[in-house]
Each structure stands twice: as C-alpha cells, then as structure tokens.
Nanobody, 124 residues
C-alpha cells in the first residue's frame, strides 16, 4: 500500500525559506510522477510542481517558477520541495501526490495517491 507522509511545514516570514519532505513507501516509484499541490482556505487545490521520479523532467506553476525546486533522494525514497523567497500568498496546506505514470500532469484528479498535507504559513 502506497503511503506518502509530508513534513517540514511551519510558520515563516516573507522572504524566508522552507523545505518540505515527502517520504514515500509501499512501492517502487521509478515509473511514477511525484507532485506537490497546495490548497488555501476557500480555494481549490492547485498544482505547484511535479517531477518524474526516474527521468528528472520537472514542471512548475508559473507562480512558483524560479523560487521553488522539486527534487528527490532515491536512497531515502523521499521527494522534496525547496521553497525560497516565500510570499504571503504561498500560505496553504501543501500536499504530496503520486501518479502511476511518468508523464507529468498538473491535474490533481490524475494523481492516484495523496499525503495528509502540511501547513505552510507565510507572514508579511
């Protein structure tokens, strides 16, 4: 059974940095796409970043390009989201997701597995 566990959220001032982690277990993820999504209160869940586990191709939402980086550590079976130059509008619950295809997707409905989420709050 696939399990995704996020960690690393918290409260940070605008301009600061956080690194989110997503520990993945239960499968070999070499043929998977890993994604990060976020959901702010009263808003729909939105795409943040995605990465093919093995091939390394990535995609980012325009709002985070140049500030966020998605990466993975194969030995630890963990995916990371490094978030720099954080803004108050980045405040949301951040979710890790896995998709059983190597083709990247920005559509949350195409992801098969989800973590429980971790809160990120950016103060102004």
């Amino acid at each position: 059974q696939v399990q995704l566990v996020e960690s690393g959220g918290g409260l940070v001032q605008a301009g600061g940095s956080l690194r989110l982690s997503c520990a993945a277990s239960g499968r070999t993820f070499s043929s998977y796409t890993m994604g990060w999504f976020r959901q702010a209160p009263g808003k729909e869940r939105e795409f943040v970043a995605a990465r093919s586990w093995n091939f390394g191709n990535t995609d980012y939402a325009d709002s985070v390009k140049g500030r966020f980086t998605i990466s993975r550590d194969n030995a630890k079976n963990t995916v990371y989201l490094q978030m720099n130059s954080l803004k108050p509008e980045d405040t949301a619950v951040y979710y890790c997701a896995a998709r059983e295809r190597t083709l990247l997707s920005v559509n949350p409905s195409t992801y098969d597995y989800w973590g429980q989420g971790t809160q990120v709050t950016v103060s102004s």
